[in-house]
């Protein structure tokens, strides 16, 4: 492969890496951004994150269309493979987080201004405090191939699905107490529920990490908490 080929080949995996950089700049803050319209019912600012995240779904196509060329045409081995393949993968994660933000803004579209009270959105809050350290953290881990700080990411993702079990027990609670707060608590759930999701992804990417580093997959089962499939609320019949 001659010297202006091989510069070429280099450029071509620096801008698939380049693109990923975006792509995780553009999903945190398109995340902290849902959250913050949650809490405050910011309609303008909801509206801002549904119309950006067709940026972010714009520069996913395109990191897949240049990682599919660079394997077509350069058929790359070991870890220039696994870098291409792993950029792949961790585009489509990225690109899924901004969809689930998008949900969250919907949703402050859908509530209409109804809080009455912040009790009820302190926990989403909260969540999604943990779902965005657990973003940066993996993002940081993929940028320095941090196989240690991917790990860490990875086994801190059963810290969200306890924090989403409990939210999931308080909002129903809530939704008892008052018949009023069913349509807020539904929305509510449906927002946490989309954050625990974004800690699911950045788990993805965590593994994704450790195999681009490592040329292996990770054969632990991943640690979960989640047991609002199984919660019961139960209360006393006036």
Avoid at 54 to 62: C, G, H, I
Avoid at 177 to 205: Q, V, Y
């Amino acid at each position: 492969m001659s010297e202006h080929i091989v510069s070429r080949y280099d450029d071509e995996l620096k801008d698939v890496q380049r693109r990923i950089a975006e792509m995780g700049g553009m999903a945190e803050r398109l995340v902290d951004l849902s959250v913050r319209a949650l809490t405050r019912l910011d309609v303008t600012m909801a509206n801002a994150v549904i119309a950006d995240d067709r940026r972010l779904d714009q520069v996913q196509r395109e990191t897949e269309e240049l990682a599919i060329m660079i394997i077509a045409r350069r058929q790359p081995m070991a870890l220039d493979l696994r870098e291409v393949i792993g950029a792949m993968r961790i585009s489509n994660d990225l690109e899924r987080i901004g969809d689930l933000a998008k949900n969250i803004a919907k949703r402050v579209l859908a509530l209409d201004g109804q809080f009455q009270s912040k009790r009820f959105i302190t926990g989403v809050e909260h969540m999604a405090e943990l779902s965005l350290a657990q973003l940066k953290d993996v993002l940081d881990a993929y940028a320095s191939r941090d196989v240690n700080q991917a790990f860490e990411v990875w086994r801190r993702d059963a810290d969200i699905d306890s924090m989403y079990t409990s939210l999931f027990r308080e909002l129903l609670t809530y939704m008892m107490e008052d018949p009023r707060n069913i349509s807020l608590c539904t929305h509510l759930l449906f927002c946490a529920k989309n954050i625990e999701r974004i800690g699911d992804h950045a788990t993805n990417i965590a593994e994704t990490v450790h195999y681009v580093v490592t040329g292996e997959s990770l054969t632990q089962d991943r640690p979960k908490q989640d047991e609002s499939s199984v919660t019961k609320v139960s209360y006393d019949a006036a």
